[in-house]
C-alpha cells in the first residue's frame, strides 16, 4: 500500500493558462474523488469516479473544469483558462467499493497569479 | 451545507484527554459519524466511525449519545502530533457515492 500520490505537490500558473494534476489511487480502489480546499475551509467536494465511470460532478463546478479516469486507474483533473479564484489545494481520494474509508493524498496546491 | 456543528477550535495539553464534541441534531437515521483529521500541508486521514454504539479503536473513541444528535470524539494521551483540524462528518454507509461533505472543522492545539 503506497498510498494516494499526486503530482505535482504544488503549481503556479499565469490567469488565462490551462493546468492539470494527475492523481495515482491506491491500486485495486474502485472509487475515486477530487476535492478542492481554500484556507480555512474544509475540502470541498468536485467529482467522483467509479472505475472509469464519472458518477457524479458538483453542481458549483465550473466547465473550466474537466476530469478523466480513463481504464479506471490514474485520474487526470484539468483546469481550462485558469482564474485567480482558482487557487487552492486540490485533493484526490480512492476507496473500496463502498467502504467507508476514504484514503487521501497530500494535494496539489494551485496558486494563480 | 455541512450537518454537523463543531467548535472552532480547543486546546489539550500533552499527555491528556483530549475531548472534542460534535452536534449533528439533524442526522438520519441511516447516517454513520465519521471522523477524519487533517494535519497542516497533508490531506485529510480517517479516524473513526460509529452508528449508535461507541466505538474504539488504536486511534481513537466514539461516543455517541443515544437520541444520536451528538457525539464526542476521544484521544485517549494527545501528543504533539494529534494538533490537527478535526472533521466530523454525517453520511449514509456505503451510499452511492459515499462522498464527504466536510464542515470548517475544530482545530486542536496540543500544548507542550
Known amino acids: 500500500d503506497t498510498g494516494v500520490s499526486q503530482d505535482p505537490r504544488h503549481k503556479i500558473t499565469k490567469r488565462g493558462q490551462n493546468v492539470t494534476f494527475r492523481c495515482d489511487p491506491i491500486?485495486?480502489?474502485?472509487?475515486l474523488y477530487w476535492y478542492r480546499q481554500t484556507l480555512g475551509q474544509g475540502p470541498e467536494f468536485l467529482t467522483y469516479?467509479?472505475?472509469?465511470?464519472?458518477?457524479?460532478k458538483s453542481r458549483l463546478l465550473s466547465d473550466r473544469f474537466s476530469a478523466e479516469r480513463p481504464k479506471g486507474s490514474f485520474s487526470t483533473l484539468e483546469i481550462q483558462r485558469t482564474e485567480q479564484g482558482d487557487s487552492a489545494m486540490y485533493l484526490c481520494?480512492?476507496?473500496?467499493?463502498?467502504?467507508?474509508?476514504?484514503?487521501f493524498g497530500s494535494g496539489t496546491q494551485l496558486s494563480v497569479l | 451545507d455541512a450537518k454537523t456543528t463543531q467548535p472552532p477550535s480547543m486546546d489539550c495539553a500533552e499527555g491528556r484527554a483530549a475531548n472534542l464534541p460534535c452536534n449533528h441534531s439533524?442526522?438520519?437515521?441511516?447516517?454513520?459519524v465519521y471522523w477524519y483529521r487533517q494535519i497542516h500541508s497533508q490531506g485529510p486521514q480517517y479516524i473513526i466511525h460509529?452508528?449508535?454504539n461507541n466505538e474504539t479503536n488504536e486511534m481513537a473513541s466514539l461516543i455517541i449519545t443515544e437520541d444520536r444528535k451528538s457525539s464526542t470524539l476521544i484521544l485517549p494521551h494527545a501528543t504533539l502530533r494529534d494538533t490537527a483540524v478535526y472533521y466530523c462528518?454525517?453520511?449514509?454507509?456505503?451510499?452511492?457515492?459515499?462522498?464527504?461533505?466536510f464542515g470548517t472543522g475544530t482545530l486542536l492545539a496540543v500544548q507542550p
Open positions: 481520494a480512492s476507496s473500496v467499493n463502498r467502504d467507508e474509508k476514504l484514503f
Open positions: 491500486s485495486e480502489h474502485n472509487r
Open positions: 469516479f467509479q472505475n472509469e465511470a464519472q458518477l457524479e
Open positions: 439533524t442526522i438520519s437515521g441511516n447516517e454513520y
Open positions: 460509529g452508528l449508535k
Open positions: 462528518i454525517v453520511s449514509p454507509y456505503g451510499g452511492a457515492t459515499n462522498k464527504l461533505i
